[in-house]
């Protein structure tokens, strides 16, 4: 049975950071691309970042290129999002998501956690 869990969301204040985890279990990590996607409200959800299967390439949304970065360590079968220098506008729920199929980025994703909420407020 696919789960992701995410968690590490938070308040925080613009300029701050944060690392969102999203633990995946059912299968493993390294075989699947797995993205993070976000979703502010009223607005549509939006693809963030993306770790292709095996040996990780990245891939970023233009927004948050040089601020985030998605990583995955292979013995936690563990999917990350550091976040540095956040601004408000990066508030959102935010999702990981994977379709258990594709080993490339982008992804449109099928298997969905439950999301974890970033708010950027002083």
């Known amino acids: 049975q696919v789960q992701l869990v995410e968690s590490g969301g938070g308040l925080v204040q613009p300029g701050g950071s944060l690392r969102l985890s999203c633990a995946v279990s059912g299968f493993t990590a390294a075989d699947y691309a797995i993205g993070w996607f976000r979703q502010a409200p009223g607005k549509e959800r939006e693809g963030v970042s993306c770790?292709?299967?095996?040996?990780?390439?990245?891939t970023h949304k233009n927004a948050v290129k040089g601020r985030f970065t998605i990583s995955r360590d292979d013995a936690k079968n563990t999917v990350y999002l550091q976040m540095n220098s956040l601004k408000p506008e990066d508030t959102a729920v935010y999702y990981c998501?994977?379709?258990?199929?594709?080993?490339?980025?982008?992804?449109?994703?099928?298997?969905w956690g439950q999301g974890t909420q970033v708010t950027i407020s002083s």
């Open positions: 770790i292709s299967s095996g040996a990780g390439s990245t």
């Open positions: 998501t994977t379709d258990r199929s594709s080993t490339w980025c982008p992804i449109s994703g099928k298997y």
